[in-house]
């Protein structure tokens, strides 16, 4: 979704929480070469900065230039703005020919792809036998019990805002495609659940709040989602906004390798 980001990509930069650094040496560990990996839809760069402690080279990319432009330097990261216009052949070409990945990731993203596109892109890259190809997100908080209801009420406001394209997020990506087999970390239709812990401040939730795409839509249609009484609610039911609490964001992931060839 080329430049769905663009406009709240400072929110979106400070309101996104940490992925954990185990994640990293899991995927790591399933890798038998450790010299070049890919972060798709890199955004600010996160994922790409944490699969760098684990290989020599890593390449994000992504559509949105404003997003990039934002993105933390690092001596193994490169990255590289590519179009939607790039023809699947120059894109390979970009990142390093076919059978050169030893591993593929997409943090919070792989939904908005077109997944038959992507997905065979991702198979003439990844390094045979033993690339992987890993997709992972978050679609909820777990922080206490009234907390939890403020925000699932403000969520159902957000619904008509939505690109269709959210629904395999907001579903945990039960119903993703993904044609890949299985390493241990989840598989199509069972993803693998995982928790992301941060301590958190009401700035930094409504931040997170700010950046969701529906709030930005909802705002150019003239709906202000995040209106002065409704913000105010919010953080009255945090309990203040420089009270820090720990929140726990609900995240699931699936990873897999090129199916072999049966015969």
């Not at 596109?117 to 992987?132: A, F, T």
């Not at 978050?138 to 394209?165: S, V």
Request: glycine share 8%.
């Amino acid at each position: 979704m080329a430049g769905l980001f663009d406009k709240q990509a400072d929110a979106y930069l400070d309101a996104r929480p940490t992925y954990p650094v185990d994640w990293y040496s899991m995927l790591a560990d399933r890798t038998s070469s450790h010299s070049l990996a890919w972060d798709i839809g890199t955004g600010n760069g996160q994922a790409a900065i944490g699969v760098a402690e684990h290989y020599d080279q890593v390449i994000g990319t992504d559509v949105s230039e404003a997003q990039l432009k934002l993105a933390k330097p690092h001596p193994r990261v490169r990255y590289l703005h590519t179009p939607l216009t790039l023809s699947d052949d120059d894109l390979i070409n970009l990142i390093g020919g076919e059978n050169s990945v030893d591993l593929v990731t997409i943090a919070q993203a792989v939904h908005w792809f077109d997944l038959p596109r992507l997905y065979s892109i991702i198979n003439r890259v990844l390094r045979k036998p033993n690339g992987v190809f890993a997709v992972w997100g978050y679609n909820d908080f777990a922080i206490t019990p009234e907390i939890d209801a403020a925000l699932k009420r403000f969520h159902g406001t957000t619904i008509p805002y939505w690109n269709e394209k959210i629904s395999y997020l907001f579903d945990g990506y039960q119903s993703l495609p993904f044609p890949f087999e299985s390493v241990g970390l989840g598989s199509e239709g069972s993803p693998l659940k995982l928790d992301i812990p941060k301590e958190l401040a009401f700035e930094g939730v409504l931040g997170m709040l700010k950046s969701w795409s529906a709030v930005v839509t909802a705002k150019e249609r003239g709906v202000d989602l995040l209106s002065e009484s409704v913000v105010k609610e919010l953080e009255n039911v945090w309990g203040g906004s420089k009270l820090v609490r720990h929140v726990v964001y609900k995240g699931f992931m699936i990873a897999g390798r090129v199916c072999r060839l049966k015969v």
